[in-house]
């Protein structure tokens, strides 16, 4: 009689075509290989020696980036452990908007830790409860490492301490120029109440050309085209701004005009031109030199805006239109015709200035001295060059609008994460039971951070890396702010807070608690079970032209 193997029974629970994962093997080990695939991809853009990552994504637009954030928006992740670590990035980059790079790596790498603990045969539970220890404990100790404080966010020099690491991470080389840039503008529109500081008063206008060395911050808005008329320049100027086209209005529905002879068809033209005449007198009666609309400007319309001298300029993006809103503050129409007195806005400066060989128009208060908006113009001869610029300023901004709720600073380079390390070991070694591995572990994934930037920096990690411990285990906590030395002048160690190296510590801890809780979430999972996707009739094939056969 044959051997009656019997059938798995999940597959009648379900139609045809679901996929099955379960287990440790299976499903565990599985996700935490996925997520080592994703943390090693942007493992090697960390720090300021981070190489760039060339991606090319569905829509076919090439970007030359090492920002993570950047990284993983135009990647398109389809595994499902992995896009909980790119959804964790993204509420980092949401909440913080910097140190997202952090999330991505130390969740990779706390996995990478439990396979090994998994792998020995410890339980998944047991792995997440001694995880969820050690996490609650590394963010009690990072409250004790903070070494420094922005102490007033009116001081540039105090602005300066946090704005630098985080730029340095990004463009090495130029953070000097760029943070002062970044400064400059922060300072430009800092409120009298740093907490009310709005990330969205500082834009990035991109003119292409010149190096960046030639970039600089323009009180007021700076839009990337010239006005459309002759009219150039406006001082003390009532604004009017339309959301609707400035044309002869396009009726509804379709109507048809008998027209006997050529006077009736003459009279019939200067009818229009009569009643876009009355709108326009109006618009200048009432006091309005610039006009700014987000949609197109007709010929006729723009022969009145010129004889009753009215600049007018086209704003096309309507996030635009209402940042420029605020900064004059008027109320954006959408009828043509003359507004009233609260809807228009004022300006003390409208005037077109050229940068490059190309001509912008700047929008300028100089009667009030905090403008509300600066923009931050870069040059650059390319254009991925100029946006990777943007992007690092950018990072800039939002450590400090961190700061402004949170002003500690901790110590930079890896210098915080090898000093929790160290904490944590000593945590680890008096907690009894099982979970002092995953206490340890915990600790050891926090060193992934030194070694990286060692790594990506060319220098010899194994060899630095000892002599990092070397400088955190001293007696006291003369070592509490030994980190990376990028640069290696010295022996591979610097102390961070003599060399200005700081991380805003909102950001660290939001990054630290991120990873853990996205490292758990991942191994709570034991199977993953996966539809068939929906499938419709594929679409027809692009015919050609019948004659190019």
């Known amino acids: 009689m044959a051997l009656r193997i019997p059938k798995s029974t999940l597959p009648q629970l379900f139609k045809e075509g679901y996929k099955f994962q379960q287990g440790v093997d299976e499903a565990v080990l599985r996700n935490i290989e996925a997520t080592g695939e994703l943390a090693e991809t942007v493992r090697t853009s960390m720090g300021p020696n981070g190489r760039n990552k060339m991606i090319i994504n569905h829509l076919e637009k090439l970007f030359v980036t090492?920002?993570?954030?950047?990284?993983?928006?135009?990647?398109?992740?389809?595994?499902p452990a992995a896009k909980l670590l790119v959804m964790a990035s993204q509420q980092q980059e949401a909440e913080i908007g910097d140190n997202t790079n952090l999330v991505i790596v130390l969740a990779g790498e706390l996995l990478k830790k439990a396979e090994h603990l998994l792998r020995l045969g410890l339980h998944p539970s047991e792995v997440i409860q001694g995880y969820e220890l050690a996490r609650d404990r590394a963010l009690e100790i990072l409250q004790d490492l903070t070494v420094s404080k922005v102490e007033d966010l009116t001081s540039a020099k105090e602005v300066r301490k946090i704005v630098k690491a985080a730029i340095g991470?990004?463009?090495?080389?130029?953070?000097?120029?760029?943070?002062?840039?970044?400064v400059e503008a922060a300072l430009n529109v800092m409120p009298k109440n740093p907490r009310d500081f709005n990330v969205d008063n500082i834009r990035v206008v991109k003119v292409m050309g010149s190096s960046v060395y030639d970039s600089k911050v323009v009180r007021g808005m700076v839009f990337g085209r010239e006005p459309e008329g002759p009219v150039q320049h406006a001082t003390k100027a009532k604004v009017a701004v339309f959301t609707c086209p400035l044309d002869i209005a396009q009726t509804e529905t379709k109507g048809t005009v008998l027209i006997h002879n050529a006077q009736e068809m003459l009279n019939?033209?200067?009818?229009?031109?009569?009643?876009?005449e009355k709108i326009f007198q109006e618009i200048a009666d009432a006091g309005v030199k610039v006009v700014v609309t987000g949609a197109g400007i007709g010929e006729l319309a723009q022969h009145y805006l010129n004889r009753f001298g009215i600049l007018?300029?086209?704003?096309?993006?309507?996030?635009?239109?209402?940042?420029?809103?605020?900064?004059?503050?008027?109320?954006?129409?959408?009828?043509?015709?003359?507004?009233?007195?609260?809807?228009?806005?004022?300006?003390?400066?409208?005037?077109?200035?050229?940068?490059?060989?190309?001509?912008?128009?700047?929008?300028?208060?100089?009667?009030?001295?905090?403008?509300?908006?600066?923009?931050?113009?870069?040059?650059?001869?390319?254009?991925?060059?100029?946006?990777?610029?943007?992007?690092?300023?950018?990072?800039?901004v939002?450590?400090?609008?961190?700061?402004?709720?949170?002003?500690?600073?901790?110590?930079?380079?890896?210098?915080?994460?090898?000093?929790?390390?160290?904490?944590?070991?000593?945590?680890?070694?008096?907690?009894?039971?099982?979970?002092?591995?995953?206490?340890?572990?915990f600790a050891e994934a926090l060193e992934v951070v030194p070694r990286t930037l060692f790594e990506n920096a060319g220098m010899d990690a194994t060899a630095?890396?000892?002599?990092?411990?070397?400088?955190?285990?001293?007696?006291?906590?003369?070592?509490?702010?030994?980190?990376?030395?990028?640069?290696?002048?010295?022996?591979?160690?610097?102390?961070?807070?003599?060399?200005?190296?700081?991380?805003?510590?909102?950001?660290?801890?939001?990054?630290?608690?991120?990873?853990?809780?996205?490292?758990?979430?991942?191994?709570?999972?034991?199977?993953?079970?996966?539809?068939?996707?929906?499938?419709?009739p594929k679409p027809p094939k692009q015919q050609g032209h019948w004659d190019d056969d």
């Open 398 to 441: 939002n450590v400090i609008k961190a700061a402004t709720r949170d002003n500690r600073l901790l110590a930079g380079a890896g210098a915080t994460e090898m000093e929790l390390n160290k904490r944590l070991q000593a945590v680890a070694s008096k907690t009894p039971g099982l979970n002092q591995h995953s206490i340890k572990k």
């Open 169 to 182: 991470s990004k463009q090495f080389g130029h953070e000097d120029l760029l943070t002062d840039l970044v």
């Open 268 to 276: 019939f033209s200067k009818d229009e031109e009569k009643h876009m």
């Open 66 to 79: 090492n920002d993570a954030a950047t990284i993983i928006r135009e990647l398109d992740v389809v595994h």
């Open 464 to 536: 630095n890396l000892s002599r990092l411990y070397a400088a955190h285990y001293k007696e006291g906590n003369s070592g509490l702010a030994v980190g990376v030395d990028v640069e290696e002048n010295n022996d591979g160690t610097l102390d961070a807070t003599k060399a200005g190296i700081y991380d805003s510590f909102p950001a660290k801890y939001n990054a630290i608690k991120l990873a853990a809780d996205t490292a758990i979430t991942v191994l709570r999972v034991d199977q993953i079970i996966m539809s068939k996707p929906a499938g419709g």
């Open 312 to 396: 007018s300029v086209k704003v096309l993006s309507k996030f635009d239109i209402r940042r420029l809103c605020r900064v004059v503050g008027a109320t954006a129409l959408a009828r043509l015709g003359a507004p009233m007195a609260e809807e228009m806005g004022y300006c003390d400066v409208v005037e077109t200035v050229e940068i490059g060989s190309d001509r912008v128009t700047v929008f300028r208060q100089e009667e009030n001295a905090k403008s509300r908006t600066t923009t931050i113009v870069i040059r650059g001869a390319t254009q991925n060059h100029m946006d990777d610029i943007e992007r690092a300023i950018d990072d800039g």
